[in-house]
């Protein structure tokens, strides 16, 4: 009896002092602090440009470059948010910019979720070159583009003998143009959903008697519901935010978008030599105010999208 208990006794090992301290509350803390540090670390990365448009905005010219710097200005003022509402092209390129990010968002949509349906629920010869020539179509930069999609569309009214109406300088300009890249990759990203689905409820929908379209618009269509949120989220961001083919196609004030708007503030204040850095920090946090609400309004729709690949099934 006793050796059996000795042996019992023997198989204890002790706890050393720095298992225990792992194991206990303020050691598994210790453990978990290089973490949160570095996740606070990243958050003061990613917001703090935000943080700094936002204290720019609300703080008088005089003190905007005054030393030692102030992190919150000690007499906040709501002037630059007036001066930037006050430009008329400047609500005026808030409204082209809904058109067009509006405009791009629905046509992609329609169009990428159609594109999506054939692609990843029929089968035909060259599909996947199609895919793939699609998934090309985003690697070349902008830039690449620029001169060949400018002659195009300063011409583009004057095809043989037909007269087309004016693109060059117009809204359709760049709702044409930013679909060159948002329209691959909303195909690209609703084929992968339109592939996910179960074949079980496209059959079930046939044997009762649903067409092909009734199929995609009443069975298939809800199912990818977070799919066209994301996507739809993303080409609405990149449409609203593209400066390049908005200030190489467009001329006329009353047709600028906002970041064309936003570059043309400089000298606008009464003083030609003196860049309005309160006013133009004023109108960027106006600009991005809708996005933020947008991606917080759908952000489970957004997560649901962007997870939705990662388990099969």
């Known amino acids: 009896m006793s050796t059996a208990a000795e042996a019992t006794r023997a198989t ?3 706890v050393s002092r720095s298992v225990r301290l792992r194991r206990s509350p303020l050691g598994r803390a210790l453990v978990r602090l290089p973490f949160w540090l570095l996740i606070v670390a990243i958050a003061v990365y990613a917001l703090f440009p935000f ?4 204290r720019s905005a609300i703080t008088p010219d005089s003190e905007l470059f005054t030393t030692p710097i102030t992190y919150f200005p000690s007499h906040p003022t709501w002037a630059h948010f007036h001066d930037a509402l006050s430009q008329s092209y400047f609500r005026r390129a808030l409204l082209n910019s809904t058109i067009v990010a509006g405009s791009v968002t629905a046509l992609s949509l329609a169009v990428g979720s159609l594109a999506a349906y054939a692609l990843g629920r029929f089968r035909f010869r060259g599909k996947s070159f199609v895919l793939y020539l699609m998934l090309s179509m985003t690697i070349f930069p902008q830039i690449a583009i620029l001169g060949a999609l400018y002659t195009m ?4 009214h004057i095809v043989g ?6 693109l060059y300088d117009s809204l359709f300009a760049l709702i044409f143009s930013y679909l060159i890249f948002t329209l691959p990759f909303t195909i690209w990203v609703l084929t992968s959903f339109m592939r996910a689905l179960p074949a079980d ?4 929908a046939y044997v009762d008697g649903a067409t092909p379209l009734q199929v995609f618009w ?3 269509l809800p199912l990818i519901a977070p799919g066209l949120v994301t996507t739809g989220l993303l080409a609405f961001i990149a449409a609203w935010n593209e400066y390049l ?12 978008t906002v970041p064309v708007a936003i570059a043309t503030f400089s000298g606008s204040s009464g003083n030609a030599f003196q860049f309005p850095w309160g006013t133009v920090m004023a109108a960027t946090i106006i600009v991005t105010l809708p996005l933020i609400a947008a991606t ?3 952000q489970r729709r957004i997560l649901a999208g962007l997870t939705a690949g990662a388990v099969k099934g």
């Open 218 to 220: 009443k069975v298939l």
């Open 161 to 166: 003998p037909v007269h087309f109406p004016k």
């Open 153 to 156: 569309i300063s011409g583009f």
């Open 201 to 204: 409820l496209e059959e079930a």
């Open 245 to 256: 083919y908005a200030v190489s196609f467009i001329q006329s004030p009353s047709h600028y």
């Open 296 to 298: 917080l309004l759908l």
């Open 51 to 54: 943080y700094w448009a936002l």
């Open 12 to 14: 204890v090992r002790p």
